[in-house]
Structure formats: structure tokens, C-alpha cells
């Protein structure tokens, strides 16, 4: 019976280490959508492609990130998600700080886990 649950334990595991692969890929993908907007000055216009763009990256990580384990990276999402809902159409200074802490968390992530 022991032997059963560690089984299944391992087979879950492997699981959610797959879970995690992916979600990692996909996060790589979103930080190269992000890096665009480090260059961009805080005070330009932001258009409205580029605010969907950020929402997206925020609330499709958001979405994952804590269930996975990646608490603090789901706190970066949830306040880029928000900086982003709040700045209107300018590119303010805290969508900026949001946006490079998210990227930093997230690079953090990418580097520990790609490729494993």
C-alpha cells in the first residue's frame, strides 16, 4: 500500500514538473514581450496595444504563478496588472517600477528553471 502512494506521489511530481516546464517556457516568452517597455520613457503615451500587451503578460502569469509556487512572481503580476489598469494612456513611473520587477522576478525564474 506504501508503495502505491509513493507511486502515485512520484507520478504527481513529475507532473507538476511538467506543469512547471511549460509554465516557465511560456514565461520566457512573456519577459521578451515585456523588455520592449524598459526603453520606453516614462511620460510617452502609451497606446492602447501596449497597455492589452502588459494586461496579457500580468494576468496570464497572475493566473499561474502562486499555484505553482512562484508567490512572489504572482505579487509582481497582480501589481503590473494593476499599475497598467491605473496609468491610463501615459506610460507612468510606477508602471515602469512594476514592469522591471516583474521582469526581474521572472528572469530569476527563467534562470533556475530553463532547460532543466
Known amino acids: 500500500m506504501q508503495s502505491a502512494i509513493l507511486d502515485i506521489e512520484e507520478k504527481m511530481a513529475a507532473g507538476l514538473a511538467?506543469?512547471?516546464?511549460?509554465?516557465v517556457d511560456a514565461l520566457?516568452?512573456?519577459v521578451d514581450r515585456l523588455e520592449a517597455f524598459t526603453d520606453v520613457?516614462?511620460?510617452?503615451?502609451?497606446?492602447?496595444?501596449?497597455?492589452?500587451?502588459?494586461?496579457y503578460v500580468a494576468h496570464k502569469t497572475l493566473g499561474?504563478?502562486?499555484?505553482?509556487g512562484f508567490e512572489?512572481?504572482?505579487?509582481?503580476?497582480a501589481d503590473l496588472e494593476t499599475a497598467v489598469n491605473d496609468c491610463g494612456a501615459?506610460?507612468?513611473d510606477t508602471l515602469n517600477r512594476a514592469v522591471i520587477d516583474?521582469?526581474?522576478?521572472?528572469?530569476?525564474i527563467v534562470a533556475r528553471y530553463a532547460h532543466r
Open 18 to 23: 511538467g506543469i512547471r516546464d511549460n509554465f
Open 28 to 30: 520566457d516568452r512573456r
Open 41 to 55: 520613457p516614462v511620460g510617452a503615451p502609451l497606446s492602447n496595444t501596449a497597455s492589452e500587451q502588459i494586461k
Open 64 to 68: 499561474s504563478a502562486a499555484t505553482l
Open 72 to 77: 512572489a512572481l504572482g505579487r509582481n503580476a
Open 90 to 92: 501615459v506610460y507612468t
Open 102 to 108: 516583474f521582469l526581474n522576478a521572472a528572469d530569476m
